[in-house]
């Protein structure tokens, strides 16, 4: 297993969860890495990346409640979760970019997680 997501769980509208998401050091090192999510019936959407240099992007549903981050040194990305909402509802996956640098599309990734379910209840 390259990439490994937790995290997720039930929490009520208005809470918090922290993504947690580790890797393989050959995966992470040089790697922008982001973070998606499927809901169902839905296709996947992008939620956030980090590039090599911290250099992060959201969007547009999540700016300004999410944050995502990255420790270097434990191979780690994470993503910060606030006032969520039941449209968070989602399976959560964790992804390694092709470049250093990531983006919104899911095929600049190449290697994925295996999810975690996040589940906001109104």
């Known amino acids: 297993v390259q990439l490994q997501a937790s995290g997720g769980g039930l929490v009520q509208a208005g809470g918090s969860l922290r993504l947690s998401c580790t890797a393989s050091?050959?995966?992470?090192?040089?790697?922008?890495m982001g973070w998606f999510r499927q809901a169902p019936g839905k296709e996947r959407d992008f939620v956030a990346s980090i590039a090599w240099n911290g250099e992060t992007n959201y969007s547009g549903t999540v700016k300004g409640r999410f944050t995502i981050s990255r420790d270097n040194a434990k191979n780690s990305l994470y993503l910060q979760m606030n006032s969520l909402t039941p449209d968070d509802t989602a399976v959560y996956y964790c992804?390694?970019?092709?470049?250093?640098?990531?983006?919104?599309?899911?095929?600049?990734?190449?290697?994925w997680g295996q999810g975690t379910q996040v589940t906001v209840s109104s």
């Open positions: 050091r050959r995966i992470f090192s040089n790697n922008g």
């Open positions: 992804a390694a970019a092709r470049s250093s640098y990531g983006g919104t599309m899911g095929r600049s990734y190449q290697y």
